[in-house]
């Protein structure tokens, strides 16, 4: 993609850009990075715009003052600013690596914009903009990648997967919602990480779970991959015991989007482990720390899909008259609380049905 093309995508909000300058004319060199500037070259919009500067966390609160400013992951370098509007943007210093456990990374400042770079985790996502200078940089070719619709890690597949196990199901992830294929060597690193995964806190896999759900059209691909890698068997062993047939049902509901629509992510999970037996689905979703009313609702939904998922699907499926009382029996005995989610997750399931053979 030409450099005019790609700047001329490069559009971050005026109170990234104000934040941006501010640093910039204190003598803090400052860059827009991650994924923003990534969905940005590709066309898509994207809210979160973070930035990486020369200034240290305490220089930033400094610059800003303590009433806009918030320490979020000081730690790791990183503090929120409040815009105007009080929106919080994350501004973080340059860094690198000293040592990782494979879960959490010690940092260390006072170092360049390609050192921070070099520590990311793919090549799309190492990609920095200079609002001040309207200039791209991009040391490990992530624009190529882009253009060939590839995830490739930075440098040393392995070494990148060692330092943040999360690595390997981002780069499913992301894949999966772009349409993108991941590199050999990199997918080699991941396959190998498998049985390492298992060092992983349950609320990073779920959170990356619910990510899946969130942001991928179609995450069946995603989870196949997962079980493909053995991620899967790692992580939710109980879903050794779903069928194909669910993973392509997740494809068949409605992605997750506007907040208005908070249920949908909670049909997609319940898709997800709707072959699971009673005795191991609350276990299952116990161990991924899903909160009590997760845990409530995913349940019911399963709970009446096998039960009464195959009688109903017969009767449609003979295409003869059903009667009022047969219809009052199926609304009763699912409950008229449960009654959307249900039929969501029964077409979804007669639908992944169909693509390999009679419905539903």
């Known amino acids: 993609m030409a450099d005019r093309d790609a700047l001329r995508r490069l559009r971050p909000p005026k109170p990234v850009l104000d934040i941006a300058d501010k640093l910039e004319r204190a003598g803090f060199e400052t860059w827009c990075v991650g994924g923003a500037v990534r969905d940005a070259l590709l066309g898509h919009q994207h809210l979160d715009w973070d930035l990486a500067t020369a200034a240290t966390p305490a220089q930033v609160r400094e610059l800003f003052g303590q009433r806009r400013t918030i320490p979020v992951g000081i730690e790791f370098g990183t503090v ?44 799309i996502n190492a990609i920095a903009y200079s609002p001040r200078h309207e200039r791209l940089h991009d040391p490990f070719a992530g624009r190529a990648d882009l253009g060939r619709r590839v995830v490739r890690a930075v440098g040393d597949p392995a070494a990148r997967m060692r330092e943040d196990r999360l690595r390997a199901l981002r780069a499913i992830r992301f894949a999966s919602r772009f349409g993108f294929d991941i590199d050999p060597a990199t997918w ?63 494809d068949c509901l409605a992605q997750p989007g506007p907040a208005t629509r908070p249920n949908r992510r909670l049909h997609r999970m319940a898709a997800l482990f ?67 989610g249900f039929f969501r997750l029964a077409a979804a399931r007669w639908a992944a049905r169909r693509e390999r053979g009679p419905a539903p």
């Open 274 to 340: 709707s072959d699971l037996a009673p005795a191991k689905l609350g276990p299952a979703l116990t161990a991924l720390r899903c909160s009590k009313m997760e845990i409530g609702w995913i349940q019911a939904l399963v709970e009446r899909w096998q039960r009464l998922g195959g009688p109903i699907g017969q009767a449609l499926l003979r295409g003869a008259p059903i009667g009022d009382a047969q219809v009052r029996r199926w609304v009763a005995g699912i409950g008229r609380l449960y009654l959307p």
């Open 80 to 123: 929120g600013v409040l815009d105007p509007d009080r929106t919080l943007h994350e501004v973080t210093t340059f860094r690198r690596d000293v040592s990782t456990d494979g879960r959490h990374a010690e940092v260390e400042f006072g170092v360049s914009l390609d050192d921070d770079l070099a520590r990311r985790d793919f090549t």
């Open 188 to 250: 080699a690193a991941i396959v190998d990480s498998a049985p390492h995964l298992s060092r992983l806190s349950p609320e990073r896999v779920k959170q990356e779970l619910e990510k899946t759900m969130e942001q991928v059209a179609r995450p069946g691909v995603a989870l196949g991959r997962w079980r493909e890698a053995g991620a899967l068997h790692a992580l939710v062993p109980a879903l050794d015991d779903a069928g194909e047939e669910a993973l392509r049902a997740l």
